[in-house]
Every structure is written in C-alpha cells, then in structure tokens.
C-alpha cells in the first residue's frame, strides 16, 4: 500500500520502569481504516492509544500523526492535535455532576471558538446521529450502561475528528447492545469518512467491525492483516487468541511462567 498513513508507530518501544510494554512496534494506520487490535488483557493495546493521543510518550520510536511527530509537539501543539482525534473511553468517562448537553459541550467551550447556541445544535446534532436524541438534560446516573456509551460516541465527535480511537466499546454490555454499539462505529465512519482504532478482546465485535486487524502479543505486532486471514490464522498464537481454545501456546506461556 503506497497511501501515506495517518498514523504511523515506527519502531516504538515503551518501558516503565525495568518492564517492557511495547518492544518495537511497527504499525501504520491509514485513512478510513477501521483496524481493530486485538490481544490479552494487559498487553499495551490501550497504551498504543495512550501514545497516539501523547498521554505517553514511547521510550524510544516514533509515533507520527501525518508528519507531526507527536511525542515531540509543544503542548499548545498537542492539544490542537488532539481536536483532531476522538476517544471513546472503556466506561464511558461522563462527568457525573454535568448533564449529557454539558459533557458534550465541554471539549467544545475549552476551545471558545463556538457560541452556546451554535454549541446546542452540535450537541442536538451529534445525539441524533448515535441515537440518543432529546437526552440532553439527564444525569449520566440516569442512563443505561448502552446509553452512555452512546453519549460517550456523541462527545467524541464533537470536534468533527478525522480519527476516532475507541478502547473496549463492547466492555460490560449485553449482546444486543453491544452489536448497536458496533453498528454504529461501522456506519459513523462510513457516513463521515473518520478513520477507526478500536481496541478489543470481544472477536464478535471484532469480526464484524474491521476492515483490518492487527494482534498484539508479547509487546509485538505478531500479525496485521485482513480479516479473513485472522480467521484462517497459521500463527497458533493468533488461531489460538482467535477461537478461545484452551490449548495452544498463550496457556502454556502461562502454565510454564517462573512462579516466583
């Protein structure tokens, strides 16, 4: 693929302390991707989220938003990047002392370029697109696990972004929720041409929303490809993580760990 990417991690290694997280990471995201990663629990795939918005910065590498070298920008310069890339946060992140309209107006009004009025119709606006029209005055105690989640997509596309990162977005709903959830990633992205990073273990979920997949395992990429090859994954790691067996080499990595 000759396209340049919008994000590219070149060569990325991350460390805290004497542990390594991230052990050369190379991996390019292009425009209107929808590239899930998938990998265990506690793998690094939320810390690659983490370096793309400059949160973290990688221990050694590159991590590039076009030709912005983001773990290099000013913090003026990152925070005007960052308008640019919405985050759906594993629960949700509402405020719970700000109604729905005030947690969706919030990234908005840091910026002041915008009036309350023309604010209010961004908000009535992005609530329709997710399906959560007319909630603007309740309390996130009041909405269903679905729902913030759905008001959680809302906030993120607020500043109209060219990237949105989502972290876990079927985390703690039931199966229909999650397949709307997922429905709505998918016809967001189509309908306005963003580019998708979507973190996840839930292969359901995975399955159905990528155009691309990449796997994360042992601080590596070990596979990035189409979906169709994950299924007829050779890599046993992959075909393993892949149909839930219990047998293969992630559980033996772990019968076989140094119990000390």
Known sequence: ???????????????????????????????KDRLVVLGQSGGGKSTMLRLILGILRPT???????????????????????????????????????????????????????????????????????????????????????????????????MDPELVLFDEPSAGLDPVMSSVIDELIISLTEKTSSTSVIVTHEMDSAFRIATRMAMLYQGTIIQDDAPESFRNAKNPVVRQFVTGEVVGPMTETVENADPS
């Open 60 to 158: 050694s590498g590159d991590v590039r938003y076009k030709h912005l070298r983001i773990h290099r920008l000013s913090r003026s310069k990152l925070n005007l990047l960052r308008s640019r890339i919405g985050m759906v946060y594993q629960y949700s992140a509402l405020i719970s002392s700000l109604n729905v309209r005030d947690n969706l107006a919030l990234p908005v009004e840091e910026l002041g370029r915008k009036s309350p009025k023309e604010i209010d119709q961004l908000v009535e606006e992005k609530l329709a697109i997710v399906g959560m029209a007319g909630t603007e005055d309740k309390m996130p105690s009041e909405l269903s696990g679905g729902m913030r989640k759905r008001v959680s997509l809302a906030r993120a596309l607020m």
């Open 1 to 31: 693929m000759n396209e340049t990417p919008l994000v590219h991690l070149d060569r990325v290694f991350l460390r805290f302390g004497d542990k390594p997280v991230l052990d050369g990471i190379n991996l390019k995201i292009f425009p």
